[in-house]
Nanobody, 119 residues
Framework: QVQLVESGGGSVQAGGSLTLSCAVTGDTYKFNYLAWFRQAPGKGRESVACSRTGDGDTYYAELGKGRFTISQDSAKNTVYLRMHSLKPEGTAMYYC????????????WGQGTQVTVSS
């Protein structure tokens, strides 16, 4: 099994920054991609950024370009999402996921961490 635990969420004013972490434990050989998603109240899930574990290659969905940076620490089995210049519409639950074959695949999910951006 694969377990993902997100942390680092909180409340921040518009224009501020946050860095989210996702610690991965268990059968880490079972996935090759780690990704971040978000879901705001009453809205569907949105893809933010994805990282391939083997070479660290990254891909950003449209909303993740420019103000979000995904990175990973292979030694710690942790993936990060650094967010800056946050906007109120960035208020959402942020989730990380792992998948063996697909960037933005969702074979394994974390519980999420809440980010609230106030204006």
């Amino acid at each position: 099994q694969v377990q993902l635990v997100e942390s680092g969420g909180g409340s921040v004013q518009a224009g501020g920054s946050l860095t989210l972490s996702c610690a991965v434990t268990g059968d880490t050989y079972k996935f090759n991609y780690l990704a971040w998603f978000r879901q705001a109240p009453g809205k569907g899930r949105e893809s933010v950024a994805c990282s391939r574990t083997g070479d660290g290659d990254t891909y950003y969905a449209e909303l993740g370009k420019g103000r979000f940076t995904i990175s990973q620490d292979s030694a710690k089995n942790t993936v990060y999402l650094r967010m800056h210049s946050l906007k109120p519409e960035g208020t959402a639950m942020y989730y990380c996921a792992a998948d063996p074959t697909v960037c933005f695949g969702v074979r394994y999910w974390g519980q999420g961490t809440q980010v609230t951006v106030s204006s």
